[in-house]
């Protein structure tokens, strides 16, 4: 009996192991067109002007990226408000606020969500700083950061750290929603020494 639950065993684990390199192929067969198309893009490189641009936030305003001259700026973008990384990496922002205000920055989120869906999720999450609507995203692709999803162009996970000046600092592509506002911060104290 023993022998049998053993040989039962291997078996089963052998088709578990199976199962998941075949899932790991049809991963990567699905995301590959997403990272191509995100790799393909342009952004716009350190050391030049920051594309301007006019979007409405979640409270119906109208934000120009040109409001914050004399200041750094969190641009970020990011695919689709309540999914899960969305919301880390908002909430990390959130955490974070008081020390980039005392660091002299703003956060400014970016998203083909409609305001309305901005305001409901700030108001969801308790966030505090302007989430801009790019429906149409136009600005997602002046700053080289629109990948496709099932035929909806949605915003990438791309940050950009703009100087007081309007020009790119830093450009974070295809970034990790858990540590991303940390690393951040410090690169804005570096940044901030120069």
């Known amino acids: 009996m023993k022998l049998e639950s053993w040989h039962f065993w291997r078996r089963w684990q052998n088709l578990n192991e199976m199962n998941k390199i075949f899932l790991s192929g049809i991963v990567g067969l699905i995301t590959l067109p997403l990272v191509q198309a995100v790799e393909t893009q342009k952004q716009p490189t350190v050391g030049t002007p920051a594309p301007d641009f006019s979007l409405t936030t979640g409270d119906g305003s109208q934000v120009s990226l040109k409001d914050y001259r004399g200041k750094w700026v969190v641009l970020y973008f990011y695919p689709k408000d309540f999914t899960s990384g969305c919301t880390m990496e908002a909430r990390n922002f959130q955490r974070d606020l008081t020390k980039y205000e005392q660091a002299g920055a703003v956060v400014l989120g970016v998203s083909v969500d409609t305001a ?11 966030l505090n700083f302007k989430l801009l609507a790019d429906p149409d995203a136009k600005v997602s692709t002046e700053y080289g950061s629109v990948m496709d999803y099932k035929g909806a ?25 858990a540590d991303h506002s940390d690393q951040v911060l410090k690169d804005l104290a570096e940044l901030k020494k120069s």
């Open 116 to 126: 309305q869906s901005h305001k409901e999720f700030c108001t969801k999450e308790g």
């Open 153 to 177: 162009k949605l915003a990438a996970r791309n940050t950009f750290l703009i100087n007081p000046k309007g020009e790119i600092a830093k450009v974070y592509t295809g970034v990790k929603p």
